[in-house]
């Protein structure tokens, strides 16, 4: 995602509004590598792409290979964070998992942000009944306890992991349509964009050309934050049974799986759950510094 | 200043704990001896649907029933004998046709009232009048249009004699009467209670129903006028714990006395603690991957099926029973009469399976769904793991399986409904009869997609022939004979790669002595008893 | 104020009845059949066929729905499939043991997250500040799963303090008058009980509260940073008087608007979301109860909880506004 709006030349009041934004997205930038914590939250997002593309170089076995008289290893300096229940090595699976989370954070987060944009957008713009059926639907969604419609979405398509990245995209729904619906009021009446009516912009053109990039700000904290949320919903789902089938070594699954050794071998529980928190951090604290520096009103 | 207050968070902390922990301690002895009384706290994964064990086939349910109510025969402690309960006798006409009992005069149900002739009618007419009667229908071939099935009449034919006459001869009819579900409910009681008697059980059994709180537990007290051997400890409560971890830990921690449902990896754990014992359920049961025969299809090939029989390393994959289970070759279990030790096990011989997956023209493999389940069950601690192991195994024949894992319940309609390719699922036996394996699971009669037990859709007119034989026979020698050449049949043409035999372990207090667990999974706890 | 509260109240309508049709589309799509579930794998196609029709399944979806309809509108909510039970029966016992465990989540995560949060804010950059805004951030990010599955590691299996499962251990005795287990004990002065019940919360209630504990601490500090810059506090400080008095009267009573909003919300999720801490310790609750619900396809178990969880959420969130409106009278009703 580029971090900057698409420039318009066809609408002269557009010209200083894009050069102004020019420099907030730069200055917010600036703000950004500043704060601590977001640095860290870079570093460690980093450390996880970088896990995941070279997965096959850092694993040090093969992720689904089992032998099972080897089942429950301790860690040691063969297997560093030991075996699990079929004599398969941790680290490897976990090295692997990232690739897994990446997508789910990903792909669910894209679901939620789709959808939950085009609602908000459209809810914010066009107003009226237009936004009160959007937002009584929304409400419904929020009504309804969020890991409770997973899983029932989930029981409906069947579990797979595809199908738990529908369920816990379509839970993100909501979230992005009411960031989006109040950006979007608030830019709406803003003097460029009426110029653009003015002209006789047609309304899609104008949403998302011009009121959609103004409104992006909170929709990339939201995203960032998402994501984290997104894992953790995954993985939850996963535990229950109803996200990635076997062998796939996502962590909530590994977690799970593992359970029933806690009292033997709790190595297998407790590592997919590290690593999970580190990743759900490490965007936490890039979400939260992103948040503060595109929103300098909320810096303290 | 600043760590002032995190010493107080931390002292306020510990004090909770503290005062919390010291009273989990005390209320375990409390609970075991308060006022001298004998209290077996049983801890059990899930609650029972219905105590009117007519009705139900969930174990859980069966559990309790088993306590509460009695049926006319019953098993010998340790196998599926025979021997008498509410009946002290008993006779067959030489056509097999006319079954004759005669009961016990001196037997009161718990509500009271007098158990006679006249309560055994009214049960088996009850049992004929709704499909809720699932075993009764089940056992005895009962449908829409003849809810009697094979059973034609029931008639006292005395104060204290009932007279049972049979459509067809039936060889395990008497076996099949010693099922839990056939327990004589009191007729005033279910008359009394209506819809609701499911939840107010009156029996003959040890125990006297006394509470039940839903999910949580079901309390059971001593009968003191049993007409058999009077309960030992005074009351029984089954406690839910769902997750059998925590169900372990409980029992560690002395706040349950018994518990079914161990994980496999904690057998280790209990064996070596002095507080407490493993006690093995003897094994009645079978655990198997089915292929199903009937799609078009690699597995529709004899030859597929024993190459897979071949590849899998069974001695590997039942290490991950944990010691709880044994390799299974045939599809009844080693303990039933009629089983067939001549038969030899595939070998597992990779290159064979090769082999023979080439001269069948998948020289290169192919692709194939197996479909295992979420939850574990008695015969399949681990059907998740032990999937996984599966599927590596025949990743070296070029056989790439992917995994569906469902609940029980969507795993049970997918099966049945022949949408699979392969699949787990396994059999406790009801009656210690092997025609509630072979018949049940393999005949061609249960092959109907929809309902299917045959979830093999196997459907040999060989095999047919020598379990129908086997059904009206009522010599057990020339029974034996037919059930031993129905195993070669099915070792031959290899419906299914039998996985396993288990001995279900229970983890009790050191406490408990004398406790024999039936084959069938449940029973009665009146000799049981718990020592100082 | 009356008419604005009636007014949330119509808007409550159309909502409910969405969701309404929301679970009951929801749990009616889910592969799998009822009758099987209840019969198990040993019953007679005969018997599952006779069972559907008993319970009214091969009815067209409309005249399902309406039947649910015209039962809830008469305050009945129906029989569980499964076991029978009156569906109102059963939340009397399992409603309590949710909201018991969400209100003592709640408890701890406020008064933890509120202390940890104005100190904070007070002591802004210092040690404390730090290591509480750290401890908040990991908060946030923890699978409360993992973390309920490893504190039962560590106090039940390791240092064996506390119960791994369950609300009361078996054999102690309580009896119930509103089935909070820790009200009831007080109620009929049973010491020992309240000791149980009170050891068996704290692992699951402290694994609940963690995330509302870390994001009403987050929420606490920097709303107090805010109003500890504004004049008046800045007046109060030059006036001489005392510190804590400053933050307690002014300061506190401001910064309890943002964090009565993430109460609210947060206490939605915590009733829903219980699903995973009541499987993890086995707690009696309605969130395992609806999960292993939709497992069995007990659908009016189904339609009717997720009803009335939805009407206690959106009942909380409108007291939340309300309390919001009360507190900051430069909000008006509209």
Known sequence: MSLQPISTPDIQTQETKQAKSKSLWIEALFRLLKSKTSVIGLIIITILIITAILAPIIATHDPTTQSIPNRYQAPSGEHWLGTDELGRDIFSRIVYGTQISIRIGLIAVGISMVIGVTLGAIAGYFGRWVDQIIMRIIDIMMAFP???????????????????????????????ARIVRSAVLSVKETEFIEAARAIGGKHGRILFRHVLP???????????????????????LSFLGLGAQPPTPEWGAMLSDGRAAIQNAPWVVAFPGVAIFLFVLGFNLFGDGLRDALDPKLKQ | MKKRYLFMLLAVVA?????????????????????????????????????????VTDGESIYVTNQIYDTLVRYEEENTEVKAALATDWDVSDDGLVWTFQLRDDVKFHDGTDFAADDVVFNFERWT????????????????????GIIEKVEATGDYEVQITLSEPNAPFLQTLAMPPFGIASPEAVEEHGDDYFKNPVGTGPFIFKEWVADDSITVTKNEDYFGEVAKVDEVIFRVIPDNGARFMELQAGTIDLMTGLNPQDISTAEGD???????????????????????GPLSD??????????????????????????????????????????EAYPFDVEKAKALLAEAGYADGFDITLNTFSNPRPYMPQPKVTAQAIAEMLKAVNINVEIIESDWDTHLTLTENGEHDMAFLGWTGDNGD???????????DNATVGSAGNIAFYKSDKLHDLLKAAQVEMDQDKRTELYLEAQEVIHEDAPWLPIAHTTPPLAASSSIADYIPHPTGSEPFNLLDMKE | MIKYISRRLL????????????????????????????????????????????????????????????????????????????????????????????????????IVGVIAGVIAAVKQYSWFDNMSMTAALFGVSMPIFWLGLMMIWLFSVTFDILPPSGRLTAGVELHTITNFYLIDSILTGNWLAFKDSLSHILMPGLALATIPMAIIARMTRSSMLEVMRQDYIRTANAKGLKKTIIIFQHALKNASLPVLTVIGLQFGLLLGGAVLTETIFSWPGIGRYVYLAVLGRDYPVVQSTILIIAIIFVLVNLITDILYKYLDPRIKFE
């Open chain 1, 214 to 236: 103004n409104s992006m700000a909170p929709i990339i904290v939201q995203a960032t934050l998402g994501i984290g949320t997104a894992i953790l919903d995954a993985a939850g």
């Open chain 2, 15 to 55: 004090m909770i704990i503290s005062a919390c922990s010291d009273s989990t301690g005390s209320t375990a002895d409390d609970g075991d001896e308060k006022g001298g009384k004998k209290t077996l706290v049983f801890g059990r994964g899930a609650d029972s649907i219905q105590l009117d064990p007519s009705k």
């Open chain 3, 11 to 110: 808007m409550l309508i159309p909502v409910l009845i969405g969701v309404s049709i929301l679970a009951f589309s929801l749990i009616h799509l889910v592969p799998g059949d009822p009758a099987r579930s209840i019969l198990g794998e040993k019953a007679t196609k005969d018997q599952l066929e006779a069972l559907q029709e008993e319970l009214g399944l091969n009815d067209p979806y409309y005249v399902q729905y309406g039947r649910f309809l015209g039962d809830i509108l008469q305050g009945n909510l129906g029989e569980s499939i499964q076991s029978k039970e009156s569906i109102g029966v059963e939340l009397i016992q399992k409603l309590p043991a949710t909201i018991e465990l969400a209100v003592f989540a709640m408890l701890v995560a406020v």
């Open chain 1, 146 to 176: 969020s890991i409770l419609l997973a899983i029932a979405l989930v029981a409906v398509l069947g579990p797979s992991l595809t199908n738990a990245m529908i369920a816990v995209g379509i839970v993100g729904v909501p979230q992005f």
């Open chain 2, 434 to 444: 092997p025609d509630n394996f072979m018949y049940v699971l393999l005949d061609k």
């Open chain 2, 129 to 148: 009048t709704s499909a809720e009667f699932v075993y009764y229908g089940y056992m005895f071939g009962a449908s829409e249009e003849d809810m009697g």
């Open chain 2, 274 to 296: 002095d507080a407490l014992q493993i006690i093995r359920r003897p094994s009645m049961n079978v655990a198997y991957m089915a292929m199903n025969t009937d799609k078009e």
């Open chain 2, 302 to 343: 004899k030859r597929v099926r024993q190459a897979i029989n071949m590849a899998v390393n069974k001695e590997e994959l039942i290490a991950l029973y944990e010691g709880i289970g044994k390799e299974a070759k045939n599809p009844i279990p080693p303990s039933l009469w009629g089983y067939n030790d001549d038969i």
